[in-house]
């Protein structure tokens, strides 16, 4: 039996208890979050960080999104880092869902692709190829930057024009604060692997090398703290479904609104806005038309949205269609969705896409460029 602690008591924990084995003692959680400490987890006790040498524990399982930052800080605390395993970490690169889809394109996909999409989550969830009234095609990820969206297209065009030769339209899903974000100095910088394995591109990341050794070390511990299927690969869940209550949803809105808003990186915005540029400059080089798109979200996040960022964001916006002509089409408040048309206060469901999606179809201007 392995004792265990888990660092997280958020909807990633809940993802990470399905996938343990019967093997594995959870002891304890801990969470940076003062107004938990004391409380209970499935009958386990919530304790601060400088609590965790109380107990005996043979590994540190971090679940939450902020991987990143509770990893060093376990680290500047005195734990082995052979004690600590990154579950979000070892997950997305266990999968490589970016290759895997970029495989799938390139190998599998039959279809003359005529519109693509890149973005980040909200283009993710709420935009549907089966839907589109085009030949589509997605590459939109969770955590997704404006520097991988160009990459991505980019590498296609440069190193793929058969692939692409009847490309016309490119859909960039963005968000008010893109320009603000960079993936590979934020808290999902261990994302940059996955994007380096196809377009050997690492951007602001410097320790490449370090995340694949990383990987050899959370595989480890993956062995003896995992379920297995019959086959040997990892019994691993991405989700779990989960309900919000009313009142609920104007906390969690209101909080990741902040926090999504909690940006202030002058340099990045500069850099995202020339890498912006750069992506326009691309798809006119190749006759393309931009669609950019602002995504709807919930009325519990727009609500709390900072106005410092949303002004930035239509500032610059305002600024390049002065030198690039591109279709911009901004839905971040549009009514005409329903609570149920959300996965959450911020992403759009199955269903809340398909009416996006309906939505485009009608409002893209289709025609090519002349």
């Known amino acids: 039996m392995y004792n265990v602690l888990v660092f997280g008591t958020g909807k990633v924990s809940d993802i990470l208890e399905t996938s343990l084995n019967n093997d594995v003692n959870i002891v304890a959680y801990v969470d940076n979050d003062k107004s938990k400490w004391k409380k209970l987890k499935n009958c386990k006790c919530i304790i601060q960080p400088n609590e965790i040498w109380k107990y005996k524990f043979d590994y540190i399982l971090i679940a939450s999104q902020f991987n990143e930052e509770i990893y060093y800080q376990l680290l500047n605390m ?15 690169n266990y999968y490589n869902y970016y290759k895997t889809n970029m495989d799938e394109f390139l190998n599998k996909y039959k279809k003359s692709v005529e519109i693509i999409a890149t973005g980040i989550s909200y283009a ?5 190829t089966d839907i589109c009234c085009k030949n589509a095609y997605s590459f939109t990820w969770g955590s997704q930057d404006i ?5 991505t297209v ?14 016309k339209h490119v859909l960039i899903g963005i968000c008010y604060y893109s320009f603000q974000y960079d993936m590979s100095l934020s808290s999902m910088r261990s994302k940059v692997p996955l994007y380096y394995s196809v377009l050997k591109e690492a951007h602001n990341f410097k320790d490449i090398d370090k995340a694949y050794e990383a990987y050899e070390l959370n595989k480890n511990i993956a062995n003896v703290v995992l379920k297995k299927n019959n086959d040997g690969t990892y019994d691993l869940k991405s989700d779990i479904q989960t309900s919000i209550h009313y009142d609920d949803k104007w906390n969690i809105g209101k909080k990741q609104a902040e926090l999504d808003c909690n940006k202030n990186y002058p340099e990045t915005v ?3 806005t020339q890498i912006f540029k750069d992506y326009l400059q691309l798809l006119k080089d190749y006759n393309i038309k931009p669609i950019v798109v602002v995504f709807p979200a919930s009325k519990y996040y727009t609500t709390y949205f900072s106005k410092r960022i949303e002004d930035e964001f239509h500032s610059i916006i305002n600024g390049v269609r002065k030198e690039y002509d591109f279709q911009y089409i901004d839905y971040f408040r549009l009514d005409l969705f329903e609570d149920e048309d959300f996965a959450d206060v911020s992403h759009l469901n199955d269903k809340g896409a398909e009416k996006l999606t309906k939505l485009l179809n009608e409002e893209i201007d289709w025609r090519d460029i002349s």
């Open 78 to 92: 005195g734990i082995d880092s052979d004690k600590i395993f990154e579950y979000y970490k070892f997950y997305i």
């Open 270 to 272: 500069k850099e995202n």
């Open 154 to 167: 980019k590498f296609l065009l440069e190193k793929f024009p058969n692939k692409v030769s009847d490309l």
């Open 124 to 128: 993710n969830t709420g935009f549907r």
């Open 147 to 151: 520097f991988y969206d160009y990459y």
